[in-house]
């Protein structure tokens, strides 16, 4: 037993000190400078106008790339076909390598000459921030629905099949449903993650600025402390709207 | 009305080959072999899961070897984990919406499901849940139910009552194909049985005709048959079972190397010698009594180890305990021979 109690205290502390790794800067950030700042930054428009764009952005590249994902997702985890372990780990190469090399490689296929973009502009518009957002947040929604779609027993999908539905109403009834919770959680993440970067976006579209831009852009001109109030505001933002999705997600389910 | 004509199937390591039945309306077939036969691949390919290398499915004489499963009219039933765990029970039975609600009714009455339609697949004892299963089954109006061993995941109380609910389906005509390793389902629910083992159809016939002729060792040990023995052929109708004991019997197989089949319930046990017909008695030793829930086992070596099973009453009177002499007696016609297998 007092070995138990030894273990017991000993996770218990290295637990507390991860957990107080995580929460005492956003604590501080939080606490310590926003309510002193507040009344010039409620009238930065630049600031309002960043944090709205970064929320836009990423929940509509969220929703028009589950569109593609999902499928995406259901084939890998319900199909056996040549090169199938390849394309699992391919997919979440963009989570392994620097953010902005991924934006450099992004850039590499749309320039102007290259054969994917037909004159389509990227840098420096929506179109570019959210393309890097997709690029760098996809693999947790595709990883996310295909582990969902996994866990669905075999033997559903072959009697609702059996009983004569067809493979579109077995995925839009059966599948989709019982999957529905790791994919919400897989969007949660993705709209998560599009919202937060910034490596990407920033070698492909300094212009607008995405909420992250914008902090390093004033942070290298106005330093630490003009810089706080602002990573506070978006950190809440942030917070709130995560919570908000969380919630929802548990009511849908 | 379902000929499958010529299927093999090829895997890494395994081979389903050329298997042949024929199916007719209002039959209820078992598939009964030992995990790894292949009986859960052909039943597979009957659904539509698999596509078969070679070889055809022909219902009532049209080719669907490559209709797909929703269009083939077949209602599958696993062990398990085939409810549809969103959907209440009302929903997964009615979870095509082209059902009769007449027909509907009438089988929720028959299945007995009033009481648990609101109910959630997880709320739902194993017995409830493959209920359900059948259910719902017979609800998509399917013109043939395959059963991938659709009481192995069922509780003991609730196996007898689902079993005869399967009889029950059968005498309505219903047409039921049904794979199981249990030999016990296969004697209770079978009216034809097709025993398979390593890929390949061994023996086809009524439970009647397997129990009374079982074509290889493999299917007599099956039908739970445990006096199997390999023999040589002495001429005059004489067996010699390992260089130690004659057995006579009346079928004279002209091989050299036979296998003697005796039923256990074919050996009648005696404390003394008996003067009577029977042509095979032996003096052996009680080695070991297994009791069972309708019957005793008892193994006597004369030798060889011989299975007799008696009543529990006769065990009783005859105060039979391990180690006690004994005599074992069995009729001539009791001793079925087959050629041994090469």
């Known amino acids: 037993m007092k070995n138990k109690s030894l273990f017991n205290w000993i996770v218990m502390i290295l637990s507390a000190i991860v957990l107080l790794f995580i929460i005492a800067p956003l604590f501080k950030l939080l606490i310590g400078s926003i309510w002193t700042s507040w009344q010039p930054l409620s009238n930065d428009i630049e600031v309002w106008d960043s944090i709205r764009r970064t929320l836009i952005v990423a929940f509509i590249t969220t929703l028009i790339f589950s569109v593609g994902a999902i499928p995406l997702a259901y084939l890998l985890a319900k199909r056996e076909f040549i090169f199938k372990k390849l394309i699992i780990s391919i997919i979440d190469i963009p989570l392994v390598i620097p953010h902005s090399a991924a934006g450099i490689a992004l850039l590499t296929i749309w320039s102007e000459n290259s054969f994917i973009s037909h004159g389509i502009q990227i840098v420096d518009n929506w179109l570019g921030i959210s393309l890097a957002m997709a690029f760098v947040s996809l693999p947790l929604l595709i990883q996310s629905a295909r582990e969902g779609f996994s866990q669905i027993s075999e033997n559903i999908e072959k009697s609702a099949l059996s009983l004569g539905a067809s493979p579109t109403k077995v995925f839009l009834r059966i599948s989709l449903p019982l999957a529905w919770k790791h994919i919400v959680t897989g969007f949660i993440m993705m709209f998560a993650r599009g919202m937060s970067?910034?490596?990407?976006?920033?070698?492909?579209?300094?212009?607008?600025?995405?909420?992250?831009?914008?902090?390093?852009?004033?942070?290298?001109?106005?330093?630490?402390?003009?810089?706080?109030p602002i990573a506070a505001v978006i950190v809440l933002i942030s917070l709130i709207v995560f919570i908000i999705l969380r919630i929802l997600a548990h009511k849908i389910k | 009305m379902l000929d499958i004509v010529n299927i093999t199937y090829q895997l890494p390591g395994f081979l389903l080959k050329n298997i042949n039945v024929t199916i007719n309306k209002g039959e209820y077939w078992i598939i009964l072999g030992e995990s790894g036969s292949g009986k859960t691949i052909l039943l597979d390919i009957l659904a539509g899961f698999k596509k078969p290398s070679k070889g055809k499915i022909y219902k009532n004489n049209e080719d669907i070897t490559h209709v797909p499963i929703y269009k083939r009219g077949f209602s599958y039933v696993t062990a398990q984990n085939s409810l549809f765990p969103h959907l209440s029970v009302k929903k997964n039975i009615a979870f095509q919406q082209k059902v009769d609600n007449?027909?509907?009714?009438?089988?929720?009455?028959?299945?007995?499901?009033?009481?648990?339609?609101?109910?959630?697949?997880?709320?739902?004892?194993?017995?409830?849940?493959?209920?359900?299963?059948?259910?719902?089954?017979?609800?998509?109006?399917?013109?043939?139910?395959?059963?991938?061993?659709?009481?192995?995941?069922?509780?003991?109380?609730?196996?007898?009552?689902?079993?005869?609910?399967?009889?029950?389906?059968?005498?309505?005509?219903?047409?039921?194909?049904?794979?199981?390793?249990?030999?016990?389902?296969?004697?209770?629910?079978?009216?034809?049985?097709?025993?398979?083992?390593?890929?390949?159809?061994?023996?086809?016939?009524?439970?009647?005709?397997?129990?009374?002729?079982?074509?290889?060792?493999?299917?007599?040990?099956?039908?739970?048959?445990?006096?199997?023995?390999?023999?040589?052929?002495?001429?005059?109708?004489?067996?010699?079972?390992?260089?130690?004991?004659?057995?006579?019997?009346?079928?004279?197989?002209?091989?050299?190397?036979?296998?003697?089949?005796?039923?256990?319930?074919?050996?009648?046990?005696?404390?003394?010698?008996?003067?009577?017909?029977?042509?095979n008695q032996f003096k052996g030793k009680i080695v070991d009594i297994l009791i069972q829930p309708n019957a005793v086992d008892v193994l006597v070596d004369i030798g060889i180890i011989l299975h007799a099973t008696i009543t529990h009453r006769s065990l009783n009177d005859m105060k039979l305990t391990h180690g006690d002499e004994i005599w074992i007696n069995f009729k001539a016609s009791a001793v079925n021979v087959i050629p041994a297998p090469l």
């Open chain 2, 102 to 279: 007449v027909q509907l009714n009438k089988i929720i009455n028959w299945f007995n499901l009033k009481s648990i339609l609101n109910k959630y697949p997880k709320e739902l004892s194993s017995g409830e849940s493959q209920r359900v299963a059948l259910a719902r089954a017979l609800v998509s109006n399917s013109e043939i139910l395959l059963l991938d061993e659709p009481l192995s995941s069922v509780d003991a109380s609730a196996r007898y009552e689902i079993m005869l609910l399967l009889r029950q389906m059968h005498r309505e005509g219903y047409t039921i194909v049904h794979v199981t390793h249990d030999f016990q389902e296969a004697l209770i629910l079978s009216q034809k049985v097709a025993i398979m083992h390593s890929g390949e159809l061994i023996q086809t016939g009524t439970m009647t005709e397997i129990l009374k002729n079982p074509v290889n060792p493999f299917v007599a040990k099956l039908t739970g048959i445990k006096n199997v023995f390999y023999a040589h052929y002495l001429g005059d109708d004489k067996y010699e079972i390992n260089n130690k004991i004659t057995i006579i019997s009346t079928q004279e197989v002209p091989v050299l190397q036979a296998m003697i089949i005796i039923s256990s319930n074919d050996i009648v046990l005696s404390t003394m010698p008996l003067h009577s017909s029977m042509q």
């Open chain 1, 197 to 228: 970067e910034f490596g990407a976006v920033v070698v492909i579209a300094y212009y607008p600025m995405t909420s992250s831009v914008l902090l390093f852009e004033r942070m290298n001109q106005f330093g630490l402390s003009y810089v706080q």
